[in-house]
């Protein structure tokens, strides 16, 4: 988690989501690679095991089941967060197109992909492990084989995450610095830019507001992830 937030810091210096495009489709790649593996193994493992039934495991209380069935509701919900961003995400599509219709029908083709992967993914683990599903499939020790392929979909899962944490950053970064500069007009330390030149690379513009604010934030969330690593439990919550 420590080596996560600090690839964040770095990728926090990216300076807005229309700066994000090519981290965009490396996400959603490996967002495509871990869930396409997951629901492979899920239903490989169901094939060679078709004993079970819909309601699980009798010896597991009817409370206990009641708040592992919400659990799995609120991690259904957390795979349609991208609401909250949308806003921000049409404002990246670019003109002469219709936004609305534009943002309207990847929408659509976006919930429908989720669903099938998604769901199939917590459909098919269920299935094959019943109420000793993991949370997650991958990371939670589930799958044990193939190990080169699980080996291959857990950094696809990582590469997901972080463009994922950027994502839903980048906005609450512009709104920070946009409600800042508004309030303090003509501030120096909001405005002022810096150029860094390093050797083969490209020229680094960097503000002293930004760099401050984005690692305090990044910092700040990585510690409270330490300090409640219920990923899953939160969730349900």
Not at 23 to 46: D, E, N, P, R
Not at 63 to 77: E, M, P, R, V, Y
Not at 140 to 149: A, T
Request: aromatic fraction near 16%; proline fraction near 5%.
């Amino acid at each position: 988690m420590l080596v996560f937030g600090v690839m964040q810091i770095l990728m926090s210096y990216i300076p807005d989501l229309h700066s994000m495009v090519l981290v965009s489709v490396v996400s959603a790649t490996m967002s495509f690679s871990y869930s396409s593996i997951g629901l492979g193994l899920g239903f490989a493992q169901k094939i060679g095991n078709i004993a079970g039934s819909v309601t699980g495991v009798l010896a597991v209380s009817v409370a206990n089941k009641l708040w592992l069935t919400f659990q799995a509701l609120g991690d259904i919900a957390f795979a349609y967060p991208y609401a909250l961003i949308l806003l921000e995400i049409q404002d990246t599509v670019k003109s002469p197109l219709a936004e609305n219709s534009i943002t309207k029908r990847a929408s659509a083709i976006a919930m429908v992909l989720t669903a099938i992967f998604y769901l199939g993914c917590g459909c098919f683990g269920y299935a094959a492990f019943g109420n000793d599903t993991p949370g997650n499939l991958l990371t939670g020790f589930g799958f044990y084989e193939p190990y080169w392929l699980i080996g291959f979909a857990n950094p696809c899962l990582l590469i997901y995450m972080l463009g994922g944490y950027q994502l839903y950053s980048q906005p609450v970064f512009a709104s920070v610095e946009r409600w800042l500069t508004q309030k303090l007009p003509n501030t120096e330390f909001l405005e002022r830019f810096h150029e860094l030149k390093l050797p083969l690379l490209p020229v680094f513009r960097f503000n002293m507001f930004r760099l401050c604010f984005r690692t305090a934030y990044v910092a700040t969330t990585t510690a409270i992830s330490l300090l409640f690593p219920f990923f899953n439990e939160i969730l349900g919550g």
